[in-house]
Each structure stands twice: as C-alpha cells, then as structure tokens.
C-alpha cells in the first residue's frame, strides 16, 4: 500500500468519526478547522504511545487504539472539558500497514463512543508509535486545575483502582475481543485486562466537577504518585486511609495505589461533595492538609510509601 | 535527570515562549487552557519527526527544535491561520536527556520568533522523536483550503524552492550555529542548511492571502507532489513553466521542483493576485487547467515527471 492508499484505507476505517459537534473540515487539507462554542476556553494535552513501552508488542491495533484515545481523553475529563477533537501522529514501519488501519478502527469506535471528532492526523516512517492530541472545551475560567486544593478539603476518587496495573504485568498475548472487554464487569476474569485496554474517561465526571472539585487529576501515574502532583501544584498535603480506597478485586491494596493507568479521577472537595455526585460512584479516602506530602494509614498506621514504585520514567 | 528535574529544565529552558496571546494556563497540569478570538475558527494540524527519518542522527537539539516547529507552523501559513500555540511530545532515551533540553532552548526560540506558545508536552520513554500539535486561528470561513482552485486561476509560489531538499543529500555533522544559519542569504555557501534548519513558515503571507487565493499548501513533499494534492482536492490540473520556477541557487530545476522541506507557499489566484502581494516575494510559475495532473514544460516541451522522486512513504 502506497502512503495515498493507506490513508484512504484509515479515513474509511475511521468511518463517521471524523465528523462531529464543532468540526468545519476534518481530515485531508494540511490543518482541520473546528468551532468552539462562544464564551468558552480551549483545553488541549498530547500524549505518546511506544510500542513495548506504553503497550505490548503484538497488540491489535484496534485495542491499541481504543487504549489511546481514552488514556488521552481523560486528561480533558480531570481538567472538566467537554470533548471537542483529537489528531493522532502515528510512526511505523512499512510492516504496519493493515495494523494501522486495525487502529483506526479502535480510534474510531473510541471516538464515537466518548464524542470526540478524529480531525486529522499524520503518518511517517519509524518505530511504532502514536501520539494523540486532544481537545475540548469548558465555560470560560471554569476549567479545573492541579493548584486549587485546600486544607480542610477531603480526597475523592471515582470507580475502582489497580485492576489495570495488576494486568498490565501478564497481559495476555491475544486479548478477548473488544465487544468482550466491553462487557467485563468488576469480578470478572478479563476486568484488568478491559480496564487497560478500554480505559473510559470520566467526562462527564469531569463535567459535573466544575464548581464543586478544588483540584483534580486523573490516575495515570498511580494514586499516591497522582495526588502527590496536587498536593504539590496546591501547596498542601494528604491523609489517605487505605481501608477506604475502592481496591479492584484481587489486587495488594499497596500495589493498588502504586499502580497507573486507571484513568480514574481523583479530586479535592469540601465535605459532602460525593452527595452531590452519587450517581458516578465516587468514594471519599481521606483529606487535605497543611503539611506537604501524601501519607497513607492502614489501621491508623502509617505504610512506607518509599518502597514502591511511585515514581516512573526516573 | 529524573523525569521532574528534566521536566522543570525544559520549562526553563523554553522560558518566556510558554506564554502568549491567549493563554491562560501553559504547562504543568493535565492540559493546557487558551481562549480564541470571538468569531474564530480553530486551525489544527500535527506532525511527526523521527530521528533518522526526518532530522540526521546526532543532529543538535537546539537546531531540531527550530526545526520542527518550523515545519508544523508552517501547516498553518498553509491555511492562512494566525498562530496561536503548540503542544510538543517528545519520546527519548535516557542518554537524551541534555539534548532534549537544548530541544526546548531551540522550540523556545522559533516558538518566540513565529509568536506561537508552547503550551504542554509530554515525556516517554522510546527512540528518540518529537511529535508538534500546533494551533492558530482564522475569522470563521476564511481558512484557506486545497480544494478551491479553478480553472483560469494563476499559480504562484513564495520565495524559491530546490535548496533545503539539496542541503539534506549533505548535511554537516556539524552544522554552523543557529545564529550563523539565521543571517544566510540566497546565494551564501550554508544557505540550504539554513533553510532545512530553520524553515520560514510563511504566516504573514498566510494571512495575506485570505480572500485573495482560490486554494494553498506548503511545500513539504515537494512543489510538483504538494501542487498535485491541490488539484486532487479541487478536481482540477496545472500547467507550470520550469523557467518561471525561482530555483535556489546552484540547484539543479527539475530536483528543485521535487525536492521536498522548503516550506514555502504554492497557491492558486486570480490573475494579477500577485501585484496585491508585491512585498511578499511571490511569483507566478502557471496555470490551472481543466485537464487532471500537473504538467511542467521547459522551453514549451514537457517533462517527464515520473521519473523522479514524486512521491515519498511508498
């Protein structure tokens, strides 16, 4: 396949994705052009995916792609963006061409299912990779930040953590189908293997978070790692007690917290703010204070932090 | 290095250039929050660059990072889009850890010299390349797009075309400094190295041509290749004259015009557009025809193009 038909083949994989709330022009001309709803601010991350680093070799590229999309899109739900638009880079070789359209595949799918619009894109030889920058919108000033936590504020977490960590060290060389791990439900035997692959971003967590969240982050790096980013932004600190965090089933409560890709969110709030938010499943784990540092009790005792993996790329 | 030390030297070294027009929280949280003008659309594009693929091994960060943010703006000069800001992903190896920050220094500069901010990034692990999601803005339906030459139009290109695709059969391991590079002029011995390190987005005559040119596009792939996606996209064809074609000096035509990495502008007008555009360098080089394809005659005779590197990725 020559480079013209390869990116035939992906836009028609990418199928109605390409189109969306806001798009003028997707794909094809040498930028995209979109609207932005009036009074509103640009929200926009970029992220990148290695092949062996950030998912395994061998993986299909549709799971791969449904991976990518939501890892990058939670970044706009911990900032409370609605979503607007992504543009994916990918970096492959010439043995990549049916993989790449596997992956457009996932994208697409993941696209239509978080709205967001696949606008444009880039393709260009070298190592497997992806890289995707996203794109959403929030009320003008309203969109949430690290810095906003305060003393006195508690801790929240959304869903369930570790699951996608715990899989992340033996996932299976041939993965369940995505309509499978779409159906995983907490308990099941593929629930981390879903968990990585299919991460949902909880925008409309992030949404409801305007006004009511001080701080927010989504769980990329690990819980302690992740809310240790807060606390730093904000000035503060935080006291977690591990009994209350929500552990995904089968996993080391200390490894849980240790472990990334969850893409849940984590935010700082003034007592009570989980009333407000029952319907997402949000659970409260500890609270924000004056002293620096993210301490963790387990039956009122402090656990050593230092001995595991909470920090990465070092 | 850890990844928060290396993190905090690229902020540094980018310095002033993480602040702009509109924005309102650059990097350091999950995302990056700008505004647009009233009335604007949102201009995106994305493009990757691989170590030994798109830059020479061992190239100078400093001189890829002008590099790279040269070529991505230039998607935007394409558009007519005023620029806004860039996110930057950069995957590297732990060796690159000096080298990625003289990156920065080299972003920081282009980015301050195109007034375009750098907004977020990312930091992974994986073979070193760096991957530019840029953004700028044109008022609502004025964009400039491949898709509307006609017949009758005139075609025209910016500056002159050959030398940054000559420089790169020969790049010097050790190119002049970026200071030296910036003062080279048409005709001086490093001018093509100059033009492949530090390519010129041509913003202002982007913005120029908005309600003037029927269709543009930048000079990437090559003036033949790019004027070739122009007539795809706007089902038309082109008849271009090799000796209007402004050739950089000691080039060789028929290579210039298939040479690729100039990152001038090749659009399509009215006749006498050019007068209205006097001050930016542009010439007319041919016509847009009915007929589908773009042929170019020497001294009335056609060439042929097949024979040349016409087309990249194959």
């Known amino acids: 396949m020559d480079e013209f038909s390869l990116i035939d083949a992906i836009v028609a994989a990418l199928g109605d994705a390409t189109s969306g709330r806001g798009v003028v022009l997707g794909p094809g001309d040498d930028a ?4 932005l709803p009036p009074d509103c601010d640009l929200v926009s991350s970029i992220d990148a995916f290695v092949e062996g680093v950030h998912f395994p070799r061998g993986a299909p590229g549709a799971h791969v792609g449904h991976r990518v999309l939501g890892a990058s899109a939670s970044d706009l739900a911990a900032m409370g963006a609605d979503p607007l638009h992504a543009l994916v880079a990918v970096t492959l070789g010439a043995e990549h061409g049916h993989w790449v359209v596997d992956l457009a595949r996932g994208l697409g799918a993941a696209a239509r299912s978080f709205g967001i619009a696949i606008v444009g894109g880039n393709l260009a030889r070298g190592p497997l990779a992806i890289t995707v920058s996203v794109h959403g919108y929030a009320p003008r000033g309203v969109a949430l930040r690290r810095s906003g936590a305060r003393a006195g504020d508690r801790v929240f977490v959304s869903g369930d953590v570790g699951a996608a960590g715990a899989a992340l060290a033996s996932l299976p060389h041939d993965p369940p189908p995505i309509a499978t791990l779409a159906r995983a ?17 909880r925008l409309a967590l992030g949404v409801a978070l305007r006004g009511v969240a001080t701080a927010a982050i989504d769980v990329s790096d690990g819980l302690v790692a992740d809310l240790g980013h807060v606390c730093r932004a904000s000035g503060v600190g935080a006291r977690i007690e591990l009994e209350r965090v929500p552990i995904a089933p089968g996993v080391d409560a200390e490894r849980a917290i240790a472990a990334g890709d969850d893409y849940e969110l984590v935010f700082t709030a003034p007592p009570g703010a989980d009333e407000r938010l029952a319907s997402f499943g949000v659970t409260e784990i500890g609270a924000v204070v004056d002293e620096p540092g993210v301490v963790v009790t387990r039956a009122g005792r402090r656990i050593d932090l230092t001995s595991a993996g909470y920090q990465h790329f070092g």
Chains 1, 2 share one sequence.
């Open 185 to 201: 439900r907490f308990g099941d035997a593929c629930y981390g293997v879903a968990r990585y692959y299919l991460p949902q971003p």
């Open 32 to 35: 995209s052009i979109a609207t």
